[in-house]
């Protein structure tokens, strides 16, 4: 499937871009690297991951909805101090 490989390009693209976006949004920032930060990372860079991991069925089906699950838990999550 020569289309899977585009996609899957496509998503590290848009990864890589995000995660610098966010990395050039925090050199701006004098505080360092925040819980804010490290949550954008893990989506942007672990979205494409799965994607792949998933495409190539190395990951079950239950694996890659528990993933799924763990970074929208991540995305969505309440901080205590707001």
Do not use: F
Not at 41 to 59: F, K, Q
Not at 61 to 72: F, I, P, R
């Amino acid at each position: 499937m020569w289309w899977s490989c585009w996609i899957q390009i496509g998503a590290w693209v848009v990864g890589a871009v995000c995660a610098l976006i966010v990395l050039r949004n925090q050199k701006t920032q004098t505080e360092g690297i925040g819980p804010y930060t490290t949550r954008a990372l893990t989506i942007t860079l672990g979205i494409p991951l799965l994607l792949t991991l998933a495409m190539e069925r190395v990951l079950t089906g239950e694996t890659t909805a528990a993933l799924v699950g763990a970074l929208l838990g991540i995305g969505i999550q309440k901080d205590k101090d707001h």
